[in-house]
């Protein structure tokens, strides 16, 4: 989808109601839904953190979506496909800051450079322990992105006709540093099984897209 065309049609999603956790839920392993069903999410005393999914345009004015893969490390989030983002820091004036500093840190997008349309649903993330408040963001006139080398490993730059394709909803079994061989609700997206929290707000976001484009 043309860029400009997409800009004119997803501003309408501000006036939305957000479709929550039942856009979560059905993208939800089953094994985080039986954790969701006997545990209280609030008294875990979670880390807060924030992404952002960022619409723009390619060289020939097509709508694509930035995801990227995070590096190999010791931890449960480690070598996944992720929103741009990262945990609340002191000095961050609200979760919007969070969002936007952790989007240039990571990406190299400055903060005046990104038109945030929704803020979307929070989701819980049980194997860390954090609290994720999502919001998406158009890059209208976009740079060529920086990656922090530390923490990125790969840009995946999704196109919007590829998101939107119900046939890339799959299902596929999964072995993670909390589960072994787990079947899991997912998206194939550039070639990548994107799964778990991530794509729970991909999901919603897809939701809100649907009905107005």
């Not at 998101?163 to 890339?168: A, G, M, S, Y």
């Amino acid at each position: 989808m043309n860029f400009e065309d997409f800009c004119e049609q997803v501003i309408k999603i501000k006036n939305l109601p957000l479709p929550g956790n039942e856009s979560h839920y059905k993208m939800e392993p089953a094994v985080r839904k039986k954790w969701r069903e006997s545990k209280n999410t609030l008294g875990q005393n979670p880390k807060k953190a924030a992404v952002m999914a960022l619409f723009y345009p390619d060289a020939n004015q097509l709508t694509k979506l930035l995801l990227i893969l995070r590096k190999t490390y010791q931890g449960v989030h480690s070598n996944q496909i992720g929103f741009p983002g990262g945990k609340v820091e002191e000095s961050d004036s609200d979760l919007l800051f969070t969002a936007k500093r952790e989007t240039y840190e990571e990406v190299g997008v400055s903060q005046e450079e990104v038109e945030v349309i929704k803020e979307l649903t929070e989701v819980y993330i049980p194997p860390s322990n954090f609290l994720v408040k999502p919001f998406v963001g158009l890059y209208k006139k976009p740079k060529p992105f920086k990656i922090q080398e530390e923490e990125v490993e790969a840009l995946v730059e999704v196109p919007l006709v590829d998101f939107l394709d119900k046939t890339n909803e799959i299902e596929q079994r999964m072995t993670t540093s909390y589960a072994t061989d787990i079947l899991v609700p997912a998206f194939k997206l550039n070639g990548y099984t994107v799964w778990g929290a991530t794509a729970m707000m991909l999901n919603e976001i897809k939701m809100l897209l649907r009905r107005v484009l």
